[in-house]
């Protein structure tokens, strides 16, 4: 049974992501303005990993954007969007935990020069926002099942997500500046 839900929740994100209109391309990085971030903001290392990714940023002159995904009910009164950080949780999901485009509409929408997707195991209300993304380029685990969800696929070494992050900022770097 659990197989026909998670089938049909695929199912439901890759044709809902048919319909995104979006120009994919990859811009150098050294033109580049923007980047966003899918993370889950549960995750123990994730100020670890926002740190990372915001001295990144900061180095090659990119404005960040972070979204993060708690698996819970409501969001704590702590957390507080502001124009460089914003969460969300389960009840801006659908029943089967998908996000619709309206209700994710500036992550959606806003075109990102990299929407990099920074979970180590596959999270359907990430993966929907990134499907739905019209982001120029999107950057993600490889996850086969899910390679509609992205436009670059990147296997790592091992399953350490921070490993991960580092493998796909240099991959970025290098690529954006033709080295690769």
């Avoid at 002159?61 to 389960?90: M, Q, T």
């Avoid at 009840?91 to 935990?97: G, M, N, T, V």
């Avoid at 619709?100 to 180590?120: G, I, P």
């Amino acid at each position: 049974m659990a197989n026909i839900a998670t089938s049909y929740k695929r199912w439901r994100i890759k044709s809902e992501s048919a319909k995104v209109v979006a120009e994919r391309v990859f811009t150098p990085l050294r033109t580049a303005g923007r980047l966003a971030v899918l993370y889950r903001a549960d995750d123990e290392n994730k100020e670890k990993l926002l740190k990372k990714v915001s001295d990144f940023c900061e180095v090659n002159h990119l404005r960040l954007v972070c979204f993060g995904y708690f698996d819970a009910k409501e969001l704590d009164d702590y957390l507080i969007p502001n124009a460089n950080s914003d969460y969300f949780c389960n009840k801006h999901l659908d029943f089967f935990k998908i996000p619709h485009k309206s209700e994710f509409v500036r992550f959606t929408t806003e075109k990102f020069d990299y929407l990099l997707n920074l979970y180590s195991s596959s999270c359907l209300p990430l993966l929907g926002i990134s499907a739905l993304s019209e982001a120029k380029f999107r950057v993600g685990p490889h996850w086969e099942t899910y390679d509609f969800c992205f436009d670059l696929m990147l296997k790592a070494t091992n399953d350490d997500l921070m490993q991960f992050t580092d493998e796909v900022l240099i991959y970025l770097k290098n690529f954006g500046n033709g080295q690769v």
